[in-house]
């Protein structure tokens, strides 16, 4: 399947197209308050302020999203860092790359697209490390293995709210 990246700063660029595909990734759990769109519209307005956002999209042949992903610059002290338990300090000092979501559609998983996707987002930072957060229990585990081969170590534990699951904190180093 042949599918074009593109890599876009500015969030009101791309914000139409990422939710459109984050709705056909996440339809399953659009129903949890914490994934409805609406939810997520707002977290990516609220990181697309941010300083280092950076989103990639994936469009298909007829120009439709079918995958994304996007983060933001964290420094020392960040709330993304203070949510974690458990973490070695020596994690938390330096920027990082806080990848918040990364996701592609159906059709596209197995592809290595998404794959891709991360590493054109990865591409270029300024950023020693790069950190996401995974539920352990996505897919069997498979998503957090699948961190694993992507170079990511688990570095420490975080729960968003007291009725979200225990999610594992992940780092891995960039090249500079």
């Known amino acids: 399947m042949k599918t074009r990246l593109r890599s876009h ?105 998404a794959r891709e996707i991360h590493d054109t987002l990865l591409a270029g930072r300024s950023e020693p490390f790069a950190s996401l957060m995974v539920n352990p229990a996505a897919g069997d585990g498979k998503v957090r293995r699948v961190y694993e081969s992507w170079g990511y170590a688990a570095i420490g534990t975080c729960r968003l709210s007291p009725d979200a699951p225990v999610l594992t904190a992940m780092i891995r180093k960039l090249p500079v």
């Open 9 to 113: 700063a500015d969030v009101e660029q791309v914000a139409a197209s990422l939710l459109e595909v984050y709705a056909q990734v996440r339809e399953p759990l659009l129903h949890l308050p914490d994934y409805a769109v609406s939810t997520v519209a707002e977290r990516l307005e609220r990181y697309g302020r941010t300083p280092g956002f950076t989103a990639v999209l994936a469009f298909d042949r007829e120009d439709r999203p079918v995958g994304y992903a996007y983060g933001n610059t964290v420094e020392a002290g960040d709330l993304w860092w203070r949510r974690m338990r458990d973490v070695d300090e020596r994690h938390t000092q330096a920027p990082a790359l806080a990848l918040r979501e990364i996701g592609v559609t159906i059709p596209h998983r197995g592809t290595g697209l």
